[in-house]
């Protein structure tokens, strides 16, 4: 009824496709997407302590929000926006290319990182706590 209406739609796994009615939780998304994977300790992995995947979500969808804006300017026309929390995947970019190809996976390393040094938490000589990134 309103071809300038732009409407944009958040799902735990899209529109379509075979997961399209399952139950999406920012947690499950984490852990499906591979965050958690790079999230931790060595022995524990652990969620990141916002709510990543809905945020990516929400932020994919204000991107592609803007971006119709745009669109419409210039063509007149709406659009129809599908944004799926499962976008974090996207995210995981670095980790999934230092594995591919069954390259072994960055490990899990807390605030530490998997292959820059010093990077991460550091004993002062107070006993306190450093941070550093170099």
């Known amino acids: 009824e309103n071809p300038r209406l732009i409407l944009c739609d958040i799902s735990g796994y899209g529109n379509d496709g075979p997961y399209r009615d399952k139950k ?75 594995a591919y190809d069954g390259a072994d996976a960055p490990p899990r390393n807390g605030a530490a990182h998997a292959t820059i040094y010093p990077y991460g938490p550091f004993k002062a000589g107070d006993g306190k706590t450093i941070m550093l990134g170099l």
């Not at 932020?59 to 499962?86: C, E």
């Open 24 to 98: 999406a939780y920012d947690l499950l998304i984490q852990s499906e997407a591979g965050f958690l994977s790079v999230t931790g300790t060595p022995e524990t992995p652990s969620k990141a302590g916002n709510s990543i995947a809905d945020i990516a979500a929400g932020m994919y969808a204000h991107t592609n929000i803007l971006a119709a804006l745009l669109q419409r300017g210039k063509t007149g026309k709406g659009s129809v926006i599908d944004v799926s929390m499962q976008s974090l995947g996207e995210w995981m970019s670095f980790p999934l290319y230092y």
